[in-house]
């Protein structure tokens, strides 16, 4: 089980410590590995030879996502997240077992979804096995009813490798700016 009270103090420090100055990689600049990382004025950064490979396949992951999304297939957008993830949504502490039994539910009043990832997205390998995902998204909804709903929300992800994928066990969103 995920140690909730860590992983909050890891999305703290990136919130509020950690702009700019941690290992990254970004959508719109070339990775730098010699960009270093500090937690408290202490070197911590993941410097394992694959971080790129790792960044790249948190981005295809976050790519499948949004097709999961746009596809309404709540099992497969439910699979991307941690059993026990914990959400905040502009401020409030979401009930995860409520929101992911009613996935479902949400995704049959949809005709459609389309989502896609803004710039800057940004990837911090903290560990071969947890990296951070800060990005916008815009969305695009619309009902059974044609009634459309337009929006951008900015996304802070925590995820910690399995066996066979990287798993959302922490996120955050709120209206972008």
Request: proline fraction near 3%; hydrophobic fraction near 45%.
């Amino acid at each position: 089980m995920v140690n909730r009270k860590a992983l909050w103090l890891v999305v703290l420090w990136l919130c509020f410590l950690g702009s700019g100055s941690s290992t990254m990689v970004s959508a719109t600049e070339p990775y730098n590995n010699s960009a270093p990382s500090y937690v408290l004025g202490e070197e911590t950064a993941y410097r394992g030879k694959n971080v790129e490979e790792i960044a790249r396949s948190i981005r295809r992951q976050s790519d499948l996502m949004l097709e999961a999304m746009a596809n309404r297939d709540a099992a497969a957008v439910n699979a991307f997240y941690g059993d026990h993830a914990s959400y905040v949504g502009s401020g409030a502490i979401g009930d995860w077992k409520a929101i992911t039994a009613s996935t479902a539910a949400r995704y049959a009043q949809r005709k459609s979804v389309d989502c896609a990832w803004a710039d800057p997205f940004r990837i911090d390998v903290l560990a071969r096995d947890i990296a951070v995902v800060t990005a916008k998204v815009s969305c695009k909804i619309t009902d059974q009813s044609d009634k459309t709903l337009s929006f951008n929300t900015t996304r802070l992800e925590v995820l910690r490798r399995s066996a066979d994928k990287w798993i959302i066990v922490a996120f955050h969103e709120a209206p972008a700016p």
